[in-house]
């Protein structure tokens, strides 16, 4: 009888652990397959706070893919990282998109015209004029002559800003002492009194404008600066439309207030494969109750407003998925 020499049980544990890791790895490389970078804001922002969501919702959703969210100095940055290929998916005002696809405004000259498109659009952003109760700031008017911040250079917030104070006849290189902080900066710089008054185009409620209005002593003023929208529209095309900051948006506000709203969008390069772009926006649609435990203006991302009020042609994988949905295009 021929006896068959045993195999010392330390191999077969070295090769069942060198085959788990090896099933393990591999696993680990076909579900992160595609790597996709979220372009969004200053860390005061709601871009910042939405885009983590955004890039947390796909990582947990579509097996293939891992996103991570970027810290950036929004619209402006965002359109020319998407057309340099360094981001996948960004955070941009529809007006910025509006500029970025046609080429014009801050896209004048280089890069020119940039092939963006929507995958769906989020939620409004509201222009807030942020000055303190007793510095003789009522108006947009009393902005002359005082030290404003207009927003980060770079930022959507700074191209909105410059549109709205030059409705109201305030050239911003000569009629103010003007800063270019991003809105967390611009919200310490009005609290240690470095500035009399700061522009912001965000959602509500921000997180540098609400710490501020809830600082000890402090009572913020927002200056109602919808009267021009007319004058806007005509120059820019329609992209902004009346908003309203209500009185509860901030602690010890006393009235609702009137501002220039415009859309939020979540934009993508033309070139981004149709079956991703149909993901990501299905996922994002599907698990939207994820979003608004990251930041409640989710709660205006819906199946029924993603689709509406894009500035740029939608993303055909982004359209084929409202298309199934039974949702027109507007």
Request: aromatic share 8%; net charge positive.
């Amino acid at each position: 009888m021929i006896c068959q020499k045993k195999r010392p049980r330390g191999l077969w544990v070295f090769i069942a652990v060198v085959l788990f890791l090896f099933f393990a790895v591999s696993a680990q490389a076909q579900t992160k397959t595609v790597r996709l970078s979220v372009a969004t804001g200053g860390t005061g922002g709601v871009y910042y706070v939405f885009g983590g969501g955004i890039a947390q919702v796909l990582s947990k959703n579509i097996p293939q893919v891992e996103a991570t969210a970027e810290v950036t100095a929004a619209s402006v940055d965002n359109c020319k990282l998407i057309h340099a290929r360094k981001a996948d998916m960004a955070l941009v005002m529809a007006d910025v998109a509006y500029d970025a696809f046609k080429g014009t405004g801050r896209f004048k000259a280089a890069p020119g015209a940039i092939p963006v498109r929507t995958l769906g659009v989020l939620y409004s952003n509201f222009m807030h004029f942020v000055a303190l109760e007793g510095s003789g700031i009522r108006s947009m008017a009393d902005l002359r002559g005082k030290r404003v911040s207009t927003g980060a250079p770079g930022s959507g917030t700074e191209v909105k800003a410059l549109r709205v104070l030059e409705s109201y006849g305030i050239n911003p290189e000569k009629d103010l002492k003007r800063e270019r902080l991003s809105v967390a900066e611009s919200a310490g710089a009005l609290k240690d009194r470095k500035v009399d008054a700061f522009a912001w185009d965000g959602g509500l409620p921000t997180a540098a404008v609400l710490d501020l209005a809830a600082t000890p002593g402090m009572k913020i003023k927002l200056l109602n600066n919808a009267d021009r929208l007319d004058l806007l529209t005509q120059t820019y095309g329609p992209v902004y439309f009346k908003g309203i900051i209500p009185k509860t948006a901030y602690p010890n506000m006393d009235a609702d207030v009137s501002v220039a709203g415009v859309a939020n969008v979540l934009i993508c390069h033309e070139k981004m494969e149709n079956d991703l772009a149909y993901q990501i926006i299905k996922v994002l649609l599907e698990k939207q109750p994820d979003l608004v435990v990251v930041h409640k203006e989710a709660l205006h991302f819906t199946l029924q407003s993603a689709a509406v009020g894009s500035s740029i042609p939608l993303h055909p994988g982004a359209e084929k998925y409202f298309q199934e949905k039974g949702i027109k295009v507007k």
